[in-house]
Antibody, heavy 121, light 110 residues
Framework: VELVESGGGVVRPGGSLRLSCATSGFRFNYYGMHWVRQTPGNDKGLEWVAFAHYDGTHNYYEDSVNGRFTISRDNSKSTVYLQMDSLRPEDTAVYYC?????????????WGQGTLVAVSS | QSALTQPRSVSASPGQSVTISCSGTSSDVGAYNYVAWYRQYPDKAPKLLIFDVNLRPSGVPDRFSGSKSGNTASLTISGLQAEDEADYYCTSFAGRYSWIFGGGTRLTVL
């Protein structure tokens, strides 16, 4: 199982970024997929951000990103995306994609290496 | 929701056992058996150690065990080794398709 994130970078407040997570080694269309973020520095808390059902028909978001972030998936490319709009400084974090153990959402089992998003003026 | 409560740090000597607690509420840890534990080395991705409260993925040594009582879950590491020095995080399904993490515990092997 391999998950590889890309698309992170530095962006100004109010800007947008699109993260991608290319996967391999498992039947992508069988499993739910998550985005989880981790704030940098000494207080490295983990925070769940978004979840997409195995078939992409149902998506769910943490309250602070709901309406600003959109998770999507392309099962033909085994890739999950996170479109991030109206970015705020508090969105600065390392963003990980993570595979769920099942299709409908239980626990994250495999994680990518992460991609850093920095929101700063 | 507030984060699950973990001790900021724990320490023990090689060969000893250590238990890390993860305190939640009746809406998360106490309500569901989707409690998991992860180990994270600096600048690395978290790795799954325990899922569904007390199950180990293949390849995780049986030195790692999980349990739950009421609203509190626990991770026990027995036969501590130097390589166990890392950050440990718990997580729980919190209903309405949301997940919550603990603040993390730094394990120091003396």
């Amino acid at each position: 199982v391999e998950l590889v994130e890309s698309g992170g970078g530095v962006v100004r407040p109010g800007g947008s970024l699109r993260l991608s997570c290319a996967t391999s080694g498992f039947r992508f269309n069988y499993y739910g997929m998550h985005w989880v973020r981790q704030t940098p520095g000494n207080d490295k808390g983990l925070e769940w951000v978004a979840f997409a059902h195995y078939d992409g028909t149902h998506n769910y978001y943490e309250d602070s990103v709901n309406g600003r972030f959109t998770i999507s998936r392309d099962n033909s490319k085994s890739t999950v995306y996170l479109q991030m709009d109206s970015l705020r400084p508090e969105d600065t974090a390392v963003y990980y994609c993570a595979k769920d153990r099942y299709g409908s959402g239980t626990t994250f089992d495999y994680w990518g290496q992460g991609t850093l998003v920095a929101v700063s003026s | 929701q507030s984060a699950l409560t973990q001790p900021r740090s724990v320490s023990a000597s090689p060969g000893q056992s250590v238990t890390i607690s993860c305190s939640g509420t009746s809406s998360d840890v106490g309500a569901y058996n989707y409690v998991a534990w992860y180990r994270q080395y600096p600048d690395k991705a978290p790795k799954l150690l325990i899922f569904d409260v007390n199950l180990r993925p293949s390849g995780v040594p049986d030195r790692f065990s999980g349990s739950k009582s009421g609203n509190t879950a626990s991770l026990t590491i027995s036969g501590l080794q130097a390589e166990d020095e890392a950050d440990y995080y718990c997580t729980s399904f919190a209903g309405r398709y949301s997940w919550i993490f603990g603040g993390g515990t730094r394990l120091t092997v003396l």
